[in-house]
């Protein structure tokens, strides 16, 4: 009985450690990392809470007694800018924005393109063939021209329409990394006995091929989270992103495009410029924790 408590401890203690304990280890010894998790959490979920109580047509709505304001003056905490217009206000507004863009067309393009990487993947043949054509297709697209030109045309354009025409860009780069990973996964010995029991095709792709690569898919997701926002500031700041009512961080930051603003009105564009730069960082620290767990979660089995 003893013998067998004690076997029982050893296969306990050499089996491989599960997914949330390789990353909870990798946080602990990236302190960064850790620090920026608990940062951009706290960030995202005080942005999303206070829009709860902004007003957004107050906020937008043009004051000239207020033009230039500075911080800590006539009540505006951050200042105003050019239309008397409360920077703060914009700040939680166009971060929420920015932040809910950024959602929508990650798990977008992340629907579309784990679907496509797992299908052609599994199937490979004239169905990869297909499908990587494609691929190949958009991928030697300008996309930033692509972008630009289809927010011209679009007649009636609001956010809705910007998050579409992305989302038909950006799910390319998914759908590659994930199929040259489910190509290596669909020739293991469990997907070939799978088969061989008569599993269904689908419940093999999306019950055993998706979770043994969910660790690549988490890094992924967070490292296109990060991307996505930037691409969505930077075509805010072009004056391609967002309608011009609708405030984001992008439209802040192009106030700088001034020369009078760049140089002294700092407190019109250096708040939006900070809340980009920690939002981006933040996130790639996290993301590369999560890219080192999956390397070690891969490592250990």
Do not use: C
């Amino acid at each position: 009985m003893g013998q067998q408590i004690e076997s029982v401890k050893i296969i306990e203690s050499s089996s491989p450690p599960s997914g949330f304990r390789v990353v909870a280890r990798e946080f602990k010894k990236d302190k960064l990392a850790m620090f920026s998790l608990v940062l951009i959490t706290v960030m995202i979920l005080g942005i999303l809470i206070a829009s709860l109580f902004v007003d957004q047509s107050e906020v937008m709505r043009v004051t000239l007694k207020g033009k230039f304001a500075e911080p800590g003056e006539n009540g505006y905490i951050l200042g105003a800018d050019h239309g008397g217009r409360d920077i703060l206000g914009q700040l939680i507004i166009g971060g929420r924005n920015s932040i809910l863009i950024a959602v929508a067309i990650t798990i977008i393009t992340a629907i579309i393109g784990i679907t496509v990487g797992l299908v052609t993947g599994y199937y490979g043949g004239i169905i990869d063939n297909f499908f990587m054509r494609i691929i190949d297709f958009f991928m030697t697209l300008p996309m930033l021209m692509m972008i630009i030109v289809f927010v011209t045309l679009i007649p009636k354009y609001d956010v809705t329409s910007f998050i579409i025409i992305l989302s038909i860009f950006l799910w390319v780069g998914t759908a590659r990394l994930i199929r040259s990973k489910a190509l290596s996964e669909s020739r293991r010995d469990y997907v070939n006995a799978s088969k061989t029991m008569g599993t269904r095709d689908s419940a093999i792709i999306f019950g055993g091929i998706m979770p043994n690569i969910s660790s690549l898919i988490i890094v992924e997701l967070t490292l296109s989270f990060a991307g996505n926002i930037g691409i969505e500031t930077g075509l805010s700041f072009l004056g391609f992103g967002l309608p011009p009512a609708t405030p984001s961080l992008g439209t802040l930051v192009a106030y700088a495009i001034d020369p009078v603003v760049l140089s002294s009105k700092w407190w019109v564009w250096v708040p939006a410029s900070l809340l980009i730069l920690v939002l981006m960082l933040g996130i790639n620290y996290v993301g590369q924790a999560l890219r080192r767990s999956a390397d070690a979660r891969q490592r250990l089995g």
